[in-house]
């Protein structure tokens, strides 16, 4: 699928270029500051959720964002209604002391970035029936690549949407041009959603998905996404298992981590049933999480006391900050409630904390 990229440099109002006590800021306390950052008036991205982070090898990093708002914030917090509502994903690209967002469209009609191909060849199929959320990504040489998951509206209302398949798109990392996207065989995969976490060492990219709220694992040798799959199965590491096995025998959040750190390899994630705690297990290898090792690091306060308005899908950014000292996580907050996104723009959004590394221990 060939994009139609719409570089668009957001205005002054919208975001404008850190001030030497912004920077300094980032230095000291990151979390804060990238909670300021995503905090918007004006026009442009002014809300989105699923915050995974890609640094890229020129010191720019992609935020990747699923359902988002692109539009017109007032200064009273209220966010302007515009048709569409939302666009299904898009990309804000952080560039030393100022930021663009990646979308298709203009600014009066924006669009979805990345969009499945029926939707392109099929006006009558539009983006709110059939879309990608983004996931997890990593640079592989001269691409960016970004596993999707590809769901279509099967009953009406919030909760009525159904997976089908998992994609892959391939950007360039220099231009940020989409040059491919391909769709994956569902049955190939057993129905697991692989692409919402990704690990890699210096042979294997690891990837990891959700089947009924459970975490799977697949892996593949570096350069090598386009090759045949394995599988983490009872019988192994294998091409074609007979039967998969958990990477870790409990539900977990649909966005999680999984990283090294002092030679064990962690995983993060939020509490399923949109609870606001953070969990964190150990394993000695990139898989085989026991829930033996479970550990709970920390509550999210939530900034809103209204029943109706939920955190979900932490992650962590091993990237961000001094990470000698504390680990910067993101989460995301949403709302039961349609018109809260237009009265308070402030809901819909990424917020960041900081955690001390010796939770992680």
């Not at 270029?17 to 804060?32: G, V």
């Not at 009609?109 to 009558?124: G, R, W, Y």
């Not at 953070?278 to 829930?291: C, H, K, M, N, Y």
């Not at 955190?311 to 996580?329: A, E, R």
């Amino acid at each position: 699928m060939k994009s139609t990229l719409t570089l668009l440099l957001l205005t002054a109002l919208s975001l404008t270029a850190c001030s030497d006590s912004a920077k300094k800021l980032k230095e000291t306390d990151s979390a804060r500051y990238y909670t300021e950052f995503f905090d918007r008036d004006g026009w442009g991205f002014t809300g989105g959720d699923a915050t995974y982070s890609i640094p890229l090898p020129d010191g720019r990093t992609l935020w990747i964002f699923g359902d988002s708002f692109m539009g017109t914030v007032e200064e009273d917090g209220t966010r302007i209604r515009q048709d569409p509502m939302y666009i299904r994903n898009a990309i804000v690209v952080e560039d030393g002391d100022s930021t663009y967002t990646l979308f298709n469209g203009d600014q009066l009609s924006p669009k979805t970035l990345i969009t499945p191909q029926e939707v392109l060849d099929n006006p009558a199929v539009t983006e709110d029936s059939l879309w990608y959320w983004p996931g997890d990504g990593y640079i592989e040489r001269d691409e960016v690549i970004l596993f999707l998951s590809k769901f279509r509206q099967s009953e009406p209302g919030m909760w009525g949407f159904e997976w089908r398949n998992t994609a892959i798109a391939f950007l360039d990392v220099k231009s940020l041009n989409v040059k491919e996207v391909i769709d994956l065989s569902e049955s190939v995969h057993k129905g697991v959603h692989f692409g919402h976490a990704v690990y890699e060492d210096e042979q294997m990219v690891y990837l990891y998905g959700l089947k009924e709220g459970i975490p799977y694992g697949a892996r593949y040798p570096r350069g090598e996404v386009r090759a045949t799959w394995e599988y983490y199965s009872v019988q192994g590491w294998k091409e074609q298992p007979a039967e998969l096995k958990p990477i870790l025998d409990r539900k977990i959040s649909e966005q999680f981590t999984v990283f090294k750190y002092r030679g064990r390899y962690l995983l993060v994630t939020q509490e399923t049933g949109l609870m606001d705690d953070i969990l964190l297990f150990s394993a000695a290898e990139p898989f085989g999480w026991s829930i033996n090792t479970e550990k709970h690091i920390h509550t999210i306060n939530k900034p809103f006391a209204e029943d109706r308005i939920f955190t979900y899908n932490t992650i962590l950014h091993p990237q961000i900050g001094d990470t000698s000292k504390m680990f910067v996580l993101s989460y995301n907050t949403n709302t039961h409630r349609l018109a809260d996104h237009f009265e308070n723009a402030e809901i819909y959004r990424p917020r960041f904390i900081s955690l001390p590394v010796q939770l992680f221990k």
